[in-house]
């Protein structure tokens, strides 16, 4: 299964992580797209919208460009949250589809357990608790854009049943837990079907 040479890939890694935690899915998904690239930032220390702009304007860069085809786009946990709010403010002509892994969609629980002791020092966390004021649960879902969520089977972060969106397309549940279902095989094999197809491969359960 192959994807057309001209279209181009964004990972985003998650809170707390590095963009070296999506290495292996960027390798096993490289020679499927003409571009590949693993977008890192300082997920701790900045709230969400600073990355959301940033990875606007990276999308806006990306349709700009007469040698890209389509814009495909792999999140984990609040990777997904920083693409929902690029894409509220801009929805490139190219964009293709979008695989979201353990998205923290209608916020997390273990978010707000830390927040009042962390949240002071890393904004993020206050922003994906499941407050009555958080920032997660008041951005509308994307609409237009097909999505597949992946979510983890022993997630102790994002409960399954917080991945899931109105506007979702596909939705199937992995082994492993919140980080390491971004390292398994059958992660990329499925993340590689929807982004080609738009669907995920029949008999996951």
């Not at 998904?29 to 693993?38: D, E, P, T, W």
């Not at 040698?67 to 929805?91: D, F, K, N, P, Q």
């Not at 951005?139 to 854009?145: F, K, M, N, R």
């Amino acid at each position: 299964m192959s994807a057309p040479s001209r279209d181009a890939l964004i990972l985003i890694h998650g809170l707390g992580a590095h963009w070296l935690v999506m290495s292996p899915l960027a390798r096993r998904l490289q020679g499927q797209f003409g571009q590949v690239m693993n977008w890192g930032y300082s997920s701790l220390w900045s709230r969400i919208e600073f990355h959301g702009r940033h990875m606007a304007d990276q999308l806006q860069t990306l349709d700009n460009d007469p040698a890209i085809e389509r814009i495909h786009l792999v999140t984990h946990s609040m990777g997904g949250i920083i693409a929902r709010l690029a894409l509220s403010t801009l929805i490139p002509k190219k964009m293709g589809r979008m695989v979201m892994l353990a998205p923290p969609n209608s916020v997390s629980h273990m978010a707000r357990w830390f927040s009042p002791v962390l949240g002071r020092i890393f904004p993020p966390l206050a922003q994906l608790s499941d407050g009555p004021q958080s920032f997660v649960a008041s951005l509308p879902p994307p609409s237009d854009l097909e999505i597949g969520i992946i979510a983890a089977r022993h997630d102790f972060l994002v409960a399954e049943p917080r991945t899931h969106l109105p506007t979702e397309k596909e939705h199937i549940i992995l082994p492993g837990m919140h980080s390491s279902v971004v390292w398994r095989q059958e992660t990329a094999e499925q993340v590689a079907a929807f982004l080609t197809s738009g669907t995920f491969r029949r008999g996951t359960k």
